[in-house]
């Protein structure tokens, strides 16, 4: 997992997708699957492969539903939601990862994001 995490921290992300290939292999990474399979997820994101990004987040998430970095594909999902219009998706997404992943490391950038879209829709009921 060291090899893993250098890699990615230098952004070399076909070696990271790489390496993966390798982890996978290794009876002694099996514990690290779900760090494997986002580390593939991030790494696709990263090279623009979103089929393939699509992909590993769909395994990640269909195995590991309750695991701490689910959070950080789950406000990918939000984004994106925002980004298209669907407000009320995106709404339901932040707060499924503030009720599910309270203390995961995007907690706080999702209750900030939260209270923008609030601060937003108070700002737009009031101007109607």
């Known amino acids: 997992m060291q090899k893993l995490r250098q890699l990615f921290a230098s952004r070399s992300f076909e070696a990271v997708l790489k390496e993966c290939d390798v982890a996978e292999k290794d009876e002694q990474s099996a514990a690290y699957e779900p760090q494997i399979l986002y580390l593939r997820w991030e790494a696709n ?5 979103l089929d393939e990004s699509d992909r590993w987040k769909r395994l990640f998430l269909d195995r590991y539903p309750n695991h701490t970095l689910a959070a950080d594909m789950h406000l990918e999902t939000a984004m994106n ?48």
Do not use: C, H, W
């Open 81 to 128: 939601e925002l980004v298209s219009g669907d407000y009320a998706a995106a709404k339901n997404e932040l707060a499924l990862i503030e009720s599910q992943f309270p203390n995961a490391a995007v907690a706080p950038k999702v209750k900030e994001i939260r209270a923008r879209m609030s601060t937003l829709a108070t700002r737009t009921s009031i101007q109607q």
């Open 45 to 49: 994101r990263d090279l623009r492969k």
